[in-house]
């Protein structure tokens, strides 16, 4: 009973994650098949690979991520699994696994090329439902990684947004923001811990607003006020209790988020980092 | 394979959802999850309560609904587990499972409180993922609850707003808003067959709108017509065939339905229930 | 462990297709349930029908398909199940299954009329609760088929809208807006084939936009343009490559798509299909 997990940009509107589940059912009936999200934004591979990072955390060992965030579909792109040590993943080869296998030893990269696998005729429109689901199928249900095609030596990787550490402050940006409005970015606690320690202390700015509260919890800053804490991804976010930092804020994903010292939040020029 | 179902108000769009299944499955595989709904209303207590009203009474014996609402988390309420002789409901103490439980014998409420049961480290802003699935998944898999953490005397409950009874009417009101426009009120079945049998009969006014057509299905009354009919909840429910009550008589949840006898319809005074 | 479908205008906002799947676990505990889509806008039964045309291919042998598109629920209208060579369809006989059947066997269409397979009390407006989501889960957990209720003659069957044939033209219709945009027609690949072999080419105009290009894959016309292909449904789709072909072409369902010859495409009159 092997867990299939479908992360794609499909929606829920149509009958496409419904055909990958019936084509995954059809060859490997057992299937625990699990949807993380159908809605990426359409064809936003940094969204895909932001969202699989956070997902596939939390599920058990030897799971099979499908993702289809795939907008050179029927192009020239290569179809791929990429084995690591804790899960396969099987999808476009296009940068959409990069986050999530970033920090895993990566045991296997293989083109998806055994005919035999595949649900005939191809489209040239809808890998997912032809190439991607039957694979993980296939696998999940014991069938040889070795023999899905020949070896890869590498794969395309998006480069992960690291901030970017000046004299007196870290230059972080929004990577995400969630449906409840919070602004998710690529600063981690670890380089907070380490700035708050050499600097006295830690204060962060958006834009205009600077010296925004630090808190441990949503609802550590009054409602209606922003409010920075460490998430549940492990990274800095900018909330508001009760209300949604990316409207009221106006943040948008690339938007520059700024660790600064308390007493030089007000003085410094918040451009700096822009 | 016990059925664990997730009610929650995290959307679909982002991994949270996800995120929870991945936990339930790498502690308890065979796990047969079921997803309520995940479009509450952000921190709705009441909306998510009278879904899970209205939705756990479908359920086996012994499943284990998971509930997060949860927008004080991270903050001082407890999150419990409330075991009755259908089922179990995690999750917030915040009144969250009031309406589910509201006709069912209480067997035991107990704090969460092992920490073997929890998925470190804790975050302050997830306990969906860190605290409630990972407990619904152990007592899926048969851990004792006893030793899920000390009972506690009682849990937060809402108040189901009962309908006002008068002189020569019934004042009720509407508590939900489905898909279709449908607007679901307190006044259940016995309640009108009661007042019908005393008054001869019974006529239903919301806003202007007086006499209302009682109906038995969506379809009795004239396309674009209001109708007044016992839904599947039990409840009266105000809608219009082919076309939305909530959006063409301008319903909002906590807007008065008010029952009267048929032949003082027209001439009493409308607002006597406000 | 057989697969059940479920596609209906629900939404997933409210509790009803959670309630659904309640009433199936209770009655079949090893229900593999999958969810083609609840966003059938509400009451379009051609929409439904199309839909699971399309979903069902995927689907393994014996799969039951659930479907609930019901704006006559509680009125005269049959509640049916049709057993197909591959299939049984439940649901109301109002056409829905219409497109799913068509190029089917069917052996045998009966009435859902065992009182002892549905939930009671029966609501007038929620047979997919009380009625087909029970009676799906009693013949997937082997109850015989003969005793569901009598059996008919025949179903609802919705017309196929058939592309027509001109001297020098098919004309031809959007049947289909998918979620990025692409609209899909009633022109299948073999009608194309056929008429290129015979008129030398082909080109396909959609209102003002004559000669687009046939491509192969999204991507093969550049961004922003206008494209035709044989989509994943073996139908010719008008696509943007990185656009929406719905939005930036005006088309609706029911708006005509011409397959002329090459040469005849900017001198003709474009608007002889309508």
Request: charged fraction near 20%; charge should be positive.
């Amino acid at each position: 009973m092997r867990v299939i997990t479908l992360t794609t940009d499909f929606g829920q509107v149509d009958w496409f994650v419904g055909a990958l589940k019936g084509v995954i059912l059809s060859r490997y009936p057992r299937a625990s098949i699990v949807d993380i999200t159908h809605s990426i934004p359409p064809g936003d591979i940094r969204a895909g690979a932001f969202t699989l990072l956070q997902a596939t955390r939390s599920f058990p060992p030897r799971t099979i991520h499908v993702g289809v965030v795939d907008p050179g579909v029927g192009g020239d792109r290569e179809a791929i699994v990429i084995e690591t040590e804790r899960a396969l993943h099987i999808g476009p080869d296009n940068g959409l696994f990069s986050f999530a296998v970033r920090d895993q030893v990566i045991r296997s990269v293989r083109r998806l090329a055994n005919p035999r696998l595949f649900q005939h005729p191809i489209s040239r429109t809808f890998h997912g439902r032809d190439m991607f689901a039957p694979v993980a199928a296939h696998l999940a249900a014991g069938f040889p990684l070795r023999q899905v095609g020949p070896p890869l030596t590498d794969f395309v990787r998006l480069d992960w947004p690291e901030p970017e550490h000046q004299a007196d402050r870290i230059c972080g940006q929004v990577l995400y923001l969630d449906r409840f409005g919070n602004a998710i970015t690529n600063l981690d606690a670890l380089t907070l811990t380490r700035f708050a320690e050499s600097s006295g202390g830690v204060a962060i700015c958006v834009g205009r607003h600077r010296g925004i509260q630090m808190g441990e919890s949503y609802s550590a800053a009054g409602r209606g006020r922003p409010l920075a804490l460490i998430g549940s991804t492990g990274l800095l976010e900018i909330a508001i209790h009760g209300g949604s930092a990316a409207v009221q804020l106006g943040l948008k994903v690339g938007a520059t988020v700024t660790v600064c010292r308390p007493s030089g939040t007000i003085m410094t020029n918040a451009g700096v980092c822009d």
